[in-house]
């Protein structure tokens, strides 16, 4: 390292200056080689910076382009009543007036009919887009279901009434040749009625799986809307949407709470639900003789529906769903615990007539409460000893249920 540091000129010989030489080159290339390093280094730093910088451009457009849609005012939400001609359309706005207003380039003339929902804008009311058909019917809650997997034999008990509804449902839907040959137009419409828990809504979906028709369900309840003509149009869109759909079934639950007898009303609400109950009793009058949409109702206060919801031409079969008797609640039994593992010394039968007065939900609970015992002793088996207990359980709760609804009934 001395001679190495020494200056050429005071080098003597020629092996000290080609040694001197040599090391010099070596540092120089070692220095290379680090500099060279440090250059890649330098590039991949360069081309990550880059990319990011590429990223948070795109980041910083997106959230401009939120930031510009957040102070879009929102859309107002119309109806086209009329139509003038290709640029003008009279509609009426979801708050209640008309406005003659202009449409947008990007909306196409031939989608513009009466009777279609629309958005307008805040500002201008012009048109901005058409909304589709079944807009309202996925916002407000319908159910539709392609296929249900719900058959004939997940009920247990109802061998009569599976009987009547197949008649009036599923015979119209898959041979419909047969009332055309007798000459007589087959039922429109069918009324489940009875106690809660009996099956009315099983029985309902088990008809539209053996017909493998849509499945539309809704509760009469989801009908009735605050503003005035949102129910009717509710009930239009339901039956539209059905017929779009054919095969279906219409399925409306709890059918009570928009069907109830029409008496003087009292308020705006009351003249609203009657609104809607008409538009729903024209609906079911203008139903094709054999088309393939059925509807079913479904209500356990036959005694409060309006006459003219009740009369042939809208429900033309009327069937009742009572509580089951021992064999009915003895076949219910054999439904619920048909994937249970029991013990040999179960007897169904004796369970069926512990359960006086029970209805289908009830003993569906009464088998879940057996399983929940055996799994808490760890047996491998559901016993009787089990169903015993579970049956006691279910009496002491109904029974402690029965006396705090009495207490506070006594004490309002």
Do not use: W
């Amino acid at each position: 390292m001395a001679e190495a540091a020494r200056h050429p000129d005071d080098m003597k010989t020629p092996e000290e200056l080609y040694r001197y030489l040599v090391d010099r080159v070596a540092g120089m290339e070692s220095q290379n080689q680090e500099l060279k390093e440090q250059i890649r280094q330098l590039e991949s730093d360069k081309r990550y910076i880059e990319t990011q910088k590429i990223r948070y451009e795109r980041e910083v457009r997106k959230l401009k382009s939120e930031i510009e849609h957040l102070k879009t005012p929102p859309l107002i939400v119309g109806t086209v009543t009329d139509i003038i001609d290709s640029g003008r359309v009279v509609v009426r706005s979801s708050a209640g007036p008309r406005f003659l207003v202009r449409v947008s380039q990007a909306v196409s003339p031939d989608s513009l009919k009466a009777g279609v929902r629309c958005t307008l804008n805040q500002q201008s009311l012009a048109i901005v887009e058409v909304l589709p058909s079944t807009y309202d019917s996925q916002v407000y809650g319908m159910e539709l279901v392609d296929a249900p997997t719900e058959t004939y034999e997940d009920i247990g008990g109802l061998e009569k009434q599976i009987m009547e509804i197949r008649e009036a449902v599923e015979l119209p839907m898959t041979r419909p040749d047969l009332f055309e040959k007798i000459g007589i137009n087959p039922p429109k419409g069918v009324l489940l009625y009875g106690p809660p828990g009996t099956g009315k809504t099983l029985l309902a979906k088990a008809v539209a799986h053996e017909t493998h028709a849509i499945f539309l369900h809704t509760v009469g309840s989801e009908l009735v809307q605050k503003y005035i003509g949102e129910g009717a149009r509710l009930v239009r869109e339901l039956f539209d949407l059905a017929k779009e759909k054919a095969p279906s079934i219409v399925f409306i639950d709890e059918i009570d709470a928009i069907g109830a007898s029409r008496t003087e009303a009292m308020t705006s609400g009351d003249r609203e639900v009657q609104r809607t109950l008409m538009q729903l009793l024209a609906a079911m009058d203008g139903f094709e003789p054999r088309g393939d949409v059925k509807i079913i109702g479904a209500t356990n206060r036959i005694d409060i529906l309006d006459a003219a919801l009740l009369r042939p031409g809208r429900f033309d079969r009327i069937i009742e769903i009572p509580l089951p008797d021992t064999e009915g609640r003895y076949s219910i039994l054999k439904v619920h615990t048909r994937c249970m593992n029991l013990s040999e010394d179960v007897d169904l039968m004796e369970v069926a007539r512990l359960t006086e007065g029970r209805n289908g939900a009830e003993l569906n609970a009464i088998c879940m409460e057996a399983g929940m015992f055996a799994i808490r002793k760890e047996h491998p088996q559901v016993d009787q000893e089990d169903f015993l207990t579970a049956l006691n359980k279910f009496r002491c709760d109904f029974e402690r249920d029965h006396r705090l609804t009495t207490a506070g009934v006594m004490f309002a």
